[in-house]
């Protein structure tokens, strides 16, 4: 048996363990096509409503919505139609490391940052409802709503470009895989590996998570102190 034969027998061993379910490529082409299809859709209703209403584009909560969808649309638009271009021809085409460069961008630096807006979006909230004072003034907005935006998009934009297209270490690039065996170097790279995961990832979500159960739980108290029922209806 020939060594490229070895490799090829390799890199089927890969993709079966890098597989996380039984479902055949076939299934899965389609079933991420009509989905994504509909996504799609959604989110354009959903950016055209708000950018074309000019009450909805002037109003401070929908900002952070607006860009978790704009986050997310190199995800719908490139990171789903890769996995559906692999899952048809079997391998990523065409096979050059620009392909594997912006799937990484997309996979990696896209959910992230949609990770790390939706954390902001809670905080936000939070502030919007029991601090609207301060984003009373311009000076206000400008520091509490658009300067946290601004820094939290162009860190996402810094953070991905120098660790993906310009890495301290070599790629490995592996085009019979999916995301190109979705391990960028930076990956293993000790000190932006750990930065990623903690920071980029594991924070915002936890933050998230402490921010929306403390919304709930001072606006319950808040109606408590006030001795006002709950309208569930209204509220959910």
Known sequence: MSSSDNS????????????????PRSIR???????????????FCILIHIIYNRAQRYALHNHAILLVLIMALPIQLIDINFYLVFYHYGSIQPSKPFMCLLWWLTDYGCYSGCTILIAWLAI?????????????????????HYLPSISIVAY???????????????????????ACGAAPCYQLYGVLAIWDGFV???????????????????VQWQKRRLRQSNQWRKQR
């Open 200 to 218: 980029n990832n594991t924070t915002p979500t936890i933050l998230e998570s402490i921010v929306n159960i403390g919304l709930i739980l001072r």
């Open 29 to 43: 082409f389609w079933i991420m096509l009509l989905f994504n299809i509909s996504s799609i859709i959604c989110s």
């Open 156 to 178: 996402i934009v810094v953070f991905y470009i120098i660790s993906i297209l310009f890495p301290p270490c070599e790629n490995d690039y592996i085009y019979t895989l999916p």
């Open 8 to 23: 090829s027998d390799n890199n089927d061993d890969l993709f079966i363990d890098f597989e996380e379910v039984s479902i």
């Open 124 to 144: 936000e909230r939070y502030i919007l409802i029991f601090h609207d004072r301060w984003v009373s003034n311009r000076r206000g907005r400008f520091l509490f």
